[in-house]
């Protein structure tokens, strides 16, 4: 049958794939310098989304041969040329990923032909041989790296290479994988941030980066760093909101010397929980108990608008019905007015014995609400959001 037109191919596309496919064949006879300029045209010839399966078969195989080529060079330039080549039969991608470094790093970086399994049997060949360090680093820069080998490399793999695919955006990490990074006896300050900058951590590792950053095992400037970053990333872990907005509070006590610099430092964290609505009526109540006025003066500046020389005033001054017009305008719970307001304008008064003031507080919020029972400042609070849903419903 006679070609139509459009079927017969272009004459000088035919010539150019015989004239590869002749040079190919002799690259025996020819230097190596000749046979990488043949290894590239090769590669283009392959590259061709219209190349004809005949010679995309004679390509392969050509490739093959030239795989095992006593040159160095010639490998080289042949995982170079083809290592994005995403119809690269997977035997020939491993051969040439197991091949020295300058075979193998392209292959490795790129080729989507090399499987997970592959991947990880590498990753476990290189633990305990220090030569081999550089495979990880290499396998965890690849773009989208899957779960099981991220998970495989934040478990066992070296630090450089744990780094490297947490900086990985487009590595996809899941919960096994985080829990494997934070369970590792050399987890350090620098793994922590990496963790803490992606924008993918679930709400369990969210919870153990905050965990891990409240337990001054790291540097203190470092754990400022990683809890700001995961506050304006995440919602706050709410059994660990007071944990954390206390040990922001130390922190810009430690570096204030006047209220100025102290509103410097918790307005912005104030700013960052009311993103996430993470600035609620018990963790106010909870603060002010613990003589963070510091921190509520911020949070009623976010919630209001008010300048810091406002609401430190109302603050000051102690009047009911200041602290109360603060109250109504910042939107919390309206249920909790009375027990923020006393405590607020106790504490206030009375900073320097803060254990006996916390006494009357609760004494006051039991004598005020009803179905408030004596107890601990957490049995209060806990009981008060109990009635306080119950209120709302």
């Known amino acids: 049958m006679q070609q139509s037109g459009n079927d017969r191919p272009h004459p000088d596309a035919t010539q150019d794939h015989a004239a590869q496919d002749h040079a190919a064949r002799d690259a025996a006879t020819l230097s190596s310098r000749d046979r990488i300029a043949v290894v590239n045209a090769i590669g283009a010839l392959v590259g061709k989304a219209d190349t004809p399966d ?9 490739l093959q041969s030239l795989s095992s080529d006593a040159v160095v060079d010639v490998r080289a330039a042949l995982a170079r040329a083809i290592a994005e080549y995403p119809l690269l039969p997977p035997k020939l991608a ?11 790093v392209p292959m490795l970086r790129h080729s989507a032909a090399l499987s997970d399994a592959f991947l990880i049997s590498l990753i476990d060949a290189s633990l305990d041989d220090p030569d081999k360090h550089d495979v990880q680093s290499t396998i965890a820069a690849r773009e989208g790296v899957s779960a099981p080998v991220s998970t495989k490399l934040l ?12 900086g990985n955006k487009s590595a996809t990490i899941v919960d096994e994988g985080f829990e494997a990074l934070f369970s590792r006896l050399d987890l350090d300050a620098n793994m922590l941030w990496l963790a803490a900058a992606r924008d993918d951590l679930p709400g369990k590792s969210v919870e153990t980066c905050h965990r891990l950053v409240l337990t001054d095992v790291f540097e203190r400037q470092l754990c400022r760093d990683v ?14 909101a007071d944990d954390i907005v206390k040990a922001a509070q130390e922190d810009a006590l430690a570096q204030a010397t006047d209220t100025q610099s102290s509103a410097a430092q918790l307005v912005p964290l104030a700013t960052h929980l009311k993103t996430h609505g993470d600035i609620t009526a018990s963790l106010m109540l909870r603060m002010i108990c613990h003589g963070s006025l510091g921190f509520a003066i911020a949070a009623f500046q976010v919630l209001t608008g008010k300048t810091e020389k406002d609401v430190h005033a109302a603050f000051k001054g102690a009047g009911s019905d200041a602290l109360n017009e603060l109250y109504i305008e910042s939107g919390l719970k309206s249920y909790f007015r009375f027990a923020i307001v006393t405590a607020a304008k106790r504490m206030t008064a009375s900073p320097q014995h803060a ?7 609760i004494r006051d919020i039991v004598k005020f609400y009803r179905g408030i029972a004596p107890g601990s400042l957490d049995q209060v609070l806990s009981n008060l959001s109990h009635e306080a849903d119950r209120w709302q419903e």
């Open 155 to 166: 478990s066992d793999g070296h630090a450089v290479a744990v780094e490297t695919v947490l």
């Open 94 to 104: 491993e051969t040439l990923a197991s091949d020295v470094a300058d075979v193998a």
């Open 355 to 361: 254990a006996k003031t916390v006494e009357l507080i």
């Open 227 to 240: 809890r700001q970053k995961l506050i304006e990333t995440y919602s706050l872990p709410p059994s660990m």
């Open 54 to 62: 005949l010679h995309r078969q004679q390509a392969h195989d050509i």
